[in-house]
């Protein structure tokens, strides 16, 4: 028991593991899959993220020409100059061509181009994927970005178009003059970058995540299923088998409820949190020394998902586990209160006969429903309360009677092992049963007994033919030195004649008792594999073709084409054939004929013989296959009545079905075992 118990608490642990491992992947996996889900069909250069690392180059640009503009004040102090002239060496340094992939034009409102990081003979057309287009007033420190076909076409002179009106020309005008003080930023970056920054470790990121998009559902989703069916295994465990309280069991469930369930919500919060930041796109960092933090945020996610499923799991481990060993009551406060009032009451009532109570609990009854009606407002769903519960106990009565009457059928159908389960059962009731389950302890008593009494009958039988065993084999073996002597007297010879037959047939018999015994028993070992039955029925007919002919009993043979395959043990298999045959040259009717024929269809391979026995058959099938019954009354044949219970049994020891049908003078055995494919 200790190791059952034992057994169990580690399966429940194992599978609190399993269920806690699974939750925290399918949790990193989702949430890895939501923070990349605005990234999922669309190119990388049309993120948002994108777009932002290009207006942060964009911000940087002008306020490196703000620096510059800065720079030739007078006013402006040395460390402030220092400061200044740090910036723009930082900006130059980052803004080189080798050290990332934007690249950039600064155009001035003429078209002049005042800076530029493209390289040597690169063109900005080829350089990058498409341009971007963003105006900043000089001195500003921030870039606007520009869907402007007005700025376009007035720096390349586009500004007459065959269908432009009037009106268009002066708005494009307009527009011109308004811009005189801006400058224009043209930027783009490749659309495969080959420097290794921002944007290079983005496009790296969109692929991968656009690539593991379906890996990271799938297996999350996989995950998330296997956590629910280790939940469920875990609630299983629990409130299996020999299932007892643990600590946990021994805090009051409110108590419990309310702690557990407070953890539970703020875990649960802390994991929709982490869910809306994904979701937000909030996850990816530019900078990929702050990549951590976007990491712990969604690995803080899974845990916190994690923790409240574990937290959750624990919750129905405990309502499980005290539901199944009946302490829910003990171990709630409210349920103890009432059951402190619900027995006093109860012990009460129960010291009354049945007959009273069953007038009291009339009285009762007739009382609440004159009170509820005359309540007037609000008095009909009193009544309709009171006349539930009325239902309520008598379908608890109802219920509580079936079980007994379930119990007597088992029991007087030959479950002894039955047993009614009397556990809120009313105390009538619960008497009854308890009485009932009294005769059924007492009952299975003496089956009981009366098994063992065949185990001792089996064990006699095997014992004693091993015991004849010895003294039988120096018979046989003193018959066949006689039989090698010359015998002057022609009587002697056929002394030994006989000594040798019937030694034979005693050796036989005993053969047979120790084999029917562990057949009946069960002891024997079964090795069940693929058999060729055509080719073992050949063989068979083959070594009992002599005898069957010495009997002028000619045997008729349907088999199907191609070889039969059955999924049985050769020897027993054999043994049983051998059975069938030795039974129809020992009884069948001379000069008559045995028909055999081998049948398969629907996942079975089926053996049947039949022939005419010579012998009016008398008793009845079932009782020809007990031990030491012969169809013969007379007993004057040298069959032992022990062929046919050994072929059911190893029949059956092999998963298959043994049937005898008898009509009249006509006897069928049928042998049905499962073919293999």
Not at 102 to 111: H, M, T
Request: some cysteine; overall charge negative.
């Amino acid at each position: 028991m200790k190791e059952t118990r034992h057994a169990g608490r580690s399966g429940v642990w194992a599978a609190a593991a399993a269920m806690a491992v699974c939750a925290l992947l399918a949790a990193y996996l989702g949430l890895s899959a939501l923070s990349t889900l605005e990234w999922q069909g669309v190119y990388w250069q049309d993120s948002r993220q994108f777009q932002t690392l290009c207006q942060s180059w964009n911000d940087r640009v002008a306020t490196s020409v703000a620096d510059s503009i800065a720079l030739e004040s007078d006013t402006i102090s040395y460390v402030e100059r220092q400061q200044l002239e740090g910036a723009m060496a930082e900006f130059e340094a980052d803004a080189d061509a080798s050290q990332t992939n934007y690249r950039f034009r600064l155009l001035d409102r003429s078209g002049k181009e005042l800076s530029s990081n493209l390289g040597d003979g690169e063109s900005l057309l080829t350089a990058v994927d498409h341009i971007g287009y963003a105006s900043f007033v000089p001195g500003a420190y921030a870039a606007e970005g520009l869907d402007s076909y007005v700025y376009y076409a007035q720096y390349y002179g586009w500004t007459r178009q065959p269908n432009q009106t009037a009106s268009d020309r002066e708005d494009v005008a307009r527009n011109g003059e308004d811009a005189d003080g801006q400058y224009i930023l043209e930027y783009g970056v490749a659309a495969e970058p080959q420097i290794d920054d921002s944007f290079y470790r983005l496009r790296q990121e969109i692929t991968r995540a656009q690539g593991q998009f379906a890996f990271r559902v799938g297996v999350g989703a996989a995950l998330l299923l296997a956590a629910l069916a280790s939940l469920v295994c875990l609630l299983c465990l629990s409130a299996g088998e020999g299932c007892v309280p643990t600590w946990q069991e021994k805090i009051y469930l409110e108590v419990y409820l309310l702690g557990a369930g407070a953890v539970d919500v703020l875990l649960t919060a802390a994991a929709g949190m982490a869910c809306q930041a994904a979701a937000a796109g909030e996850i990816w960092s530019e900078r990929a020394e702050m990549q951590w933090q976007a990491d712990l945020v969604i690995a803080g996610g899974a845990a916190a998902f994690a923790g409240a499923m574990l937290c959750t799991a624990l919750l129905l481990r405990t309502l499980a586990v005290r539901l199944r060993t009946g302490t829910l009551g003990r171990t709630s406060l409210l349920c103890r209160g009432w059951s402190a009032v619900y027995r006093g009451v109860g012990d009460l009532v129960r010291q009354l006969p049945l007959t009273w109570r069953t007038i009291a609990g009339f009285f009762v009854y007739l009382l609440a429903n004159v009170l509820s009606a005359a309540m007037g407002y609000g008095g009909g769903l009193l009544v309709i309360l009171v006349n539930g519960a009325a239902l309520v106990l008598l379908c608890r009565w109802t219920t509580s009677f079936a079980r007994l009457r379930r119990g007597s059928r088992a029991i007087a159908a030959g479950d002894l092992n039955y047993r009614v389960d009397t556990a809120r059962m009313p105390a009538d009731l619960r008497a009854y049963a308890e009485d009932l389950n009294n005769i059924s302890i007492g009952l299975a008593g003496a089956v009981d007994e009366k098994m063992k009494s065949e185990r001792f009958k089996a064990e006699l039988i095997t014992n004693v033919s091993h015991d004849l065993k010895t003294p039988l084999t120096s018979i046989i073996n003193y018959v066949n030195l006689l039989k090698t002597t010359q015998q002057t007297d022609p009587k002697a010879a056929e002394y030994i004649e006989v000594l040798d037959r019937k030694s034979q047939r005693l050796k036989k018999l005993t053969e047979d008792l120790v084999e029917a015994s562990k057949a009946s028993t069960g002891v024997l070992s079964v090795s069940r594999e693929k058999i060729g039955m055509s080719q073992l029925l050949d063989q068979a007919l083959g070594e009992w073709t002599e005898k069957l002919e010495e009997r002028k009993l000619t045997v008729v043979t349907t088999v199907p084409e191609g070889e039969t395959w059955v999924y049985a043990d050769g020897r027993h298999l054999w043994r049983v054939i051998d059975n069938l045959l030795s039974n129809c040259a020992k009884y069948a009717m001379e000069g008559t004929r045995i028909y055999v024929e081998l049948s398969r269809g629907k996942g079975q391979v089926t053996l049947s013989v039949k022939n005419v026995s010579r012998e009016a058959l008398n008793v009845p099938a079932e009782r020809l296959m007990e031990r030491f019954v012969r169809g013969e009354e007379s007993r004057s044949s040298e069959g032992s009545g022990l062929g046919l219970s050994i072929a059911r049994s190893l029949t059956e020891l092999q998963g298959g079905e043994f049937r005898l049908t008898v009509d009249g003078d006509l006897f069928k055995a049928e042998v049905t075992l499962p073919q293999a494919n």
